[in-house]
């Protein structure tokens, strides 16, 4: 498990990666000063403990940018309690006020590890799109779309274009996935229902079914579902 503390206090470093330690002797814990060095260093955490009141980017401002470049557990740490909304409002797991009491981050973490366990079993599937390395799950993306010489990765909350064709991807992000035209590869988890031309997908969009796969598609479809695929319908 990755781990990393943004503080630009280095006692709080010491004092959250004790009391991570306690729990998780194991974990391999990074620590930052600002958010600009966070977002530098272009890795996945599974979990971040990010201070809000911090020099430069502001910790709300560094988790806008997280966002949008991975998904985390996200872990406010401050002594301002009006900045909870805030907080929330990025997606925060939860919101600790310092000074942090121990009991209280004990049962916070424990519940962060559930978390990241009930998603560790999805792969990541790393990206380059413009000047941002993204890593992505492969259970976010519902479908990509051929763009010429570029191939755009869809996600329920934004879409990257990438370099790559849809050969490769279509052998990257393997199992569960299928090639349902030549400019089109769906996520089977998000399949709502399909006509013998069309594949409408459980965000509204609707993608082309080549005729002559149409059997296959459903074929694959079926097999995906009785081999204990997840829908999101």
């Not at 080549?210 to 995906?224: D, L, P, Q």
């Amino acid at each position: 498990m990755v781990i990393a503390i943004c503080d630009d206090e280095k006692a709080i470093w010491e004092q959250i990666r004790r009391l991570i330690e306690k729990q998780r002797a194991d974990a391999d814990i990074i620590c930052y000063q600002t958010g600009e060095e966070l977002l530098a260093a272009g890795r996945h955490f599974d979990i971040i403990f990010l201070e809000i009141n911090i020099d430069g980017k502001s910790g709300i401002e560094t988790a806008r940018v997280l966002q949008r470049q991975q998904e985390t557990i996200l872990i406010f740490i401050t002594e301002l309690k009006e900045y909870v909304f805030d907080a929330f409002d990025v997606g925060a797991f939860h919101y600790l006020l310092k000074p942090l009491s121990e009991e209280k981050f004990a049962e916070v973490f424990e519940r962060a590890m559930r978390r990241v366990q009930r998603c560790g079993n999805q792969e990541l599937f790393p990206i380059r799109s413009g000047n941002r390395n993204i890593m992505l799950r492969r259970d976010q993306i519902l479908y990509v779309e051929s763009r010429m010489r570029k191939a755009e990765i869809h996600t329920g909350r934004e879409s990257y274009e990438i370099y790559g064709t849809m050969n490769e991807l279509e052998r990257s992000l393997g199992e569960g996935f299928y090639r349902c035209h030549r400019g089109y590869l769906v996520n089977l988890a998000y399949v709502m229902e399909y006509t013998t031309d069309t594949i409408s997908l459980t965000d509204g969009t609707v993608i082309y079914l080549s005729r002559e796969k149409y059997n296959a598609f459903v074929n694959a479809y079926m097999r995906y579902l009785q081999g204990g695929g997840i829908s999101h319908v």
